[in-house]
């Protein structure tokens, strides 16, 4: 089994956008996201990518565009030498009370089954207190809340409740740093 670390998608590899990245020409990719995804030392980990599109449920998109979307996005950052090993969707609106969306942990324990994935000894990188839940639901050992996307506007609203550690980073290279010294690579 593998330690993986899943990345949220908005926020931490592209910009997030208040009216939702509806086609691959409003894809806004942070620049140092690709070096962060190409560091030698992420060999023993899996690359996951788990992320929320609601505009799908919304009626905003279609699923096949939200698919090509984040296609294209991994066929880039492998381009720039970077890996990915998968992608998980949730194309539900959030009323429609689905398990896979965050902060519920649908999305990284179908990738824990589907790619043989030890959430014990995996973390997971967002830019909101979602994703930072989504972890926690799941397991996994460590969360890191980017100040990237929305995480600097939800580091000023008050902690949930149920929240219990996490660190703070200021974008994915420094994240995935603090990962890697954590698990002492």
């Known amino acids: 089994m593998f330690p ?9 590899l592209i910009e997030n956008r ?3 990245v509806r086609e691959w020409s409003q894809v806004s990719v942070f620049p140092n996201a690709f070096r962060a995804l190409s560091d030698a030392r992420l ?5 996951v990518i ?11 998109i279609s699923l096949e565009t939200a ?7 991994v066929r880039l950052i492998r381009a720039e ?7 998980y969707l949730c194309p539900h609106a959030p009323e429609e009370g689905c398990g896979c969306r965050k902060p519920k942990p649908g999305l990284l324990l179908q ?15 967002g830019d909101a207190w979602s994703d930072v839940h989504a972890g926690q ?7 890191i809340l980017l100040k990237t996307g929305r995480g600097a506007e939800q580091l000023t609203l008050p902690k949930p409740p149920s929240m219990a550690e996490y660190f703070v980073c200021d974008d994915l290279p420094q994240a995935i740093e603090f990962i890697l010294k954590e698990d002492g690579r």
């Open 4 to 12: 993986a670390i899943f990345l949220d998608r908005d926020g931490v």
């Open 137 to 143: 639901a799941a397991g996994v050992y460590g969360t």
């Open 18 to 20: 208040p009216d939702y």
């Open 67 to 73: 698919w090509e979307i984040n296609d294209r996005l």
């Open 81 to 87: 030498g970077g890996r990915v090993d998968g992608v």
């Open 50 to 60: 788990v992320t929320n599109q609601s505009a799908v449920g919304r009626g905003i």
């Open 43 to 47: 060999d023993g980990y899996k690359i």
């Open 111 to 125: 990738a824990a089954r589907e790619l043989s994935l030890d959430l014990k000894r995996s973390w997971m990188i």
